[in-house]
């Protein structure tokens, strides 16, 4: 299977502990984007990364989370001392860079996080 | 900065009937647009784009939409809909990633329409 895949699917924590979920894209793919999906929303954008190289994060990535891609392969989302409001579905998608391929971004089945 | 309004929040419709999920968008620069349908504790599946060309974008499942760029819409319809389509549906624009000073890897999102097809 060469889609986009996600680990843990599903991830229960107490509030104030620290998690960390994996996403391993499309193997051609050097672009990787991270979302956050509430209920009743649609995903919200996080960050994304060029190959290594993290080009944008956005502004409801706090201090609390962190990613990285450190070989430009798979990438990690850190959340530190969660919070309730954490609770939500991470997605990772990835896709080509623009000219190099298909613009469209393939989705993973996402990690569902519950904080209690 | 991008933002995409999906019209309807809820649309049951009777197996068989035809149906259409409406998607306005803003930007201050040209956009490709998509449409995504997720399933139940599912990741998005891409169902067709527009980039340019035909208005007219065909896309899997017997689903089509229609780029309006006088009235920045991208509605998408099915002429005849079954069970199976019950899910959630989700329009998306990117940055034209041929201009500059772009937000070229943000997607934005609608919030999504529920499809529910009923027998």
């Known amino acids: 299977d060469t889609g986009v895949s996600q680990n843990p699917r599903h991830k229960i924590t107490k509030r104030g502990q620290n998690v960390t979920f994996r996403c391993d894209p499309i193997?051609?793919?050097?672009?990787l984007y991270w979302y956050r999906q509430t209920l009743g929303q649609g995903p919200e954008f996080l960050t994304y990364?060029?190959?290594?190289?993290?080009?944008?994060k956005s502004r409801l990535l706090s201090d609390r989370f962190s990613a990285e891609r450190p070989k430009g392969s798979f990438s990690t989302l850190e959340i530190q001392r969660t919070e309730q409001g954490d609770s939500a579905m991470y997605l990772c998608a990835s896709s080509s860079k623009p000219g190099t391929g298909p613009l469209e971004q393939y989705f993973g089945p996402g990690t569902r996080l519950t904080v209690t | 900065a991008q933002s995409v309004t999906q019209l309807d929040s809820q649309v049951p419709v009777f197996e068989e009937a035809p149906v259409e999920l409406r998607c306005n968008y803003s930007s201050s620069v040209s956009v490709y647009l998509f449409w995504y349908v997720q399933y139940p504790n599912q990741g998005l599946q891409l169902l067709l784009k527009y980039l340019s060309g035909s208005t007219l974008v065909k896309g899997i499942n017997g689903f089509e939409a229609e780029f309006n760029k006088s009235q920045t819409s991208f509605h998408l319809r099915k002429p005849s809909v079954h069970i199976s389509d019950t899910a959630e549906y989700f329009c998306a624009v990117i940055p034209d990633p041929g201009l500059a000073s772009t937000n070229a890897g943000k997607s934005t999102f609608g919030d999504g329409t529920t499809l529910t097809v009923k027998p």
């Open positions: 193997s051609e793919h050097n672009r």
């Open positions: 990364f060029q190959n290594e190289a993290q080009l944008e």
